[in-house]
């Protein structure tokens, strides 16, 4: 299947993603571009909504700002008490990005493109 997005996303090998509205260890990237970026949840990300988001690995802190543009049930997991709990896939758009920001979020992308 051919994937019509204007830029390529890539998979990367990070060491933390945080958000301030989300708890820390649930969130998971899937994949990131210098436009947006693909993350799991353990909790629903609401369409159109803002979110702000520390992508920490190595030295390196990025904090940005996304909007929901896509969400969905991706799948389900089972909690310690061995009742499922959803697990959602979102796709946000990165807002209020300068120039430099857009530079240095590229060159974090290219220092951990698997």
């Known amino acids: 299947m051919h994937d019509r997005r204007p830029h390529k996303r890539y998979t990367v090998d ?6 301030a509205l989300i708890e820390e260890n649930d969130l998971e990237i899937v994949d990131i571009s210098p436009k947006g970026i ?13 979110y702000t ?5 190595r ?11 896509w969400s969905k049930i991706s799948g389900t997991r089972r909690s310690p008490g061995k009742d499922s709990v959803p697990i959602y896939t979102a796709g946000l758009e990165f807002v ?3 120039a430099d920001k ?7 992308i290219e220092s951990h493109a698997e």
């Open 96 to 98: 209020d990005v300068s």
């Open 59 to 69: 030295d390196t802190v990025l904090n940005l700002k996304g909007v929901v543009m």
């Open 14 to 19: 990070l060491l933390d993603i945080r958000s």
């Open 53 to 57: 988001l520390k992508i920490r690995s």
């Open 38 to 50: 693909g993350i799991r949840a353990k909790r629903r990300l609401n369409i159109g909504e803002t």
């Open 102 to 108: 857009r530079d240095e979020l590229v060159n974090f």
